[in-house]
């Protein structure tokens, strides 16, 4: 395909949205964007003024925030072809765990393709079993 930036998926706002809208599950696209990287950067906290915080701050604040990111194995491998969870390679089924947990719900899709059909479908509750955190 063809060269894109990618920006470092934001878990904290994720959970903020989740929680704020009542998430009971996730769509994840484009994970063959990242069929290529050797390392896949997950942010999971901000630093603001010097201060490590979990939370999403107050909007005046957001301009100031740093990201801090958890570093997590790429696949580099094509996953265009995939159609079931335990097809994804080990280490995408990890990085998507990691975001059900951030975000507090399940994930249900998981798009591997541009094409309608180049889709993951999880169980009900997605992967592993994760209920929604409205149901935990």
């Given at each position: 395909g063809r060269p894109r930036r990618c920006g470092w998926f934001d878990g904290v706002s994720i959970g903020y949205a989740a929680w704020l809208n009542g998430f009971t599950a996730l769509a994840v696209t484009?994970?063959?964007?990242l069929d290529g990287f050797e390392e896949i950067k997950l942010c999971t906290g901000y630093r603001l003024d010097g201060e490590v915080i979990d939370?999403?701050?107050?909007t005046?604040?957001?301009?100031?925030?740093?990201p801090i990111y958890e570093t997590w194995p790429g696949w580099m491998t094509p996953t265009r072809d995939v159609r079931t969870w335990s097809e994804l390679p080990k280490a995408?089924?990890?990085y998507l765990h990691r975001i059900a947990e951030l975000a507090g719900a399940?994930?249900?899709?998981?798009?591997?393709?541009?094409?309608?059909?180049?889709?993951v479908v999880l169980d009900t509750y997605g992967v592993e079993g994760m209920a929604p955190r409205s149901e935990r």
């Open positions: 484009k994970l063959d964007v939370h999403l701050p107050d005046p604040d957001l301009e100031r925030v740093e995408a089924r990890a399940p994930i249900r899709y998981v798009s591997v393709g541009p094409g309608r059909g180049e889709l």
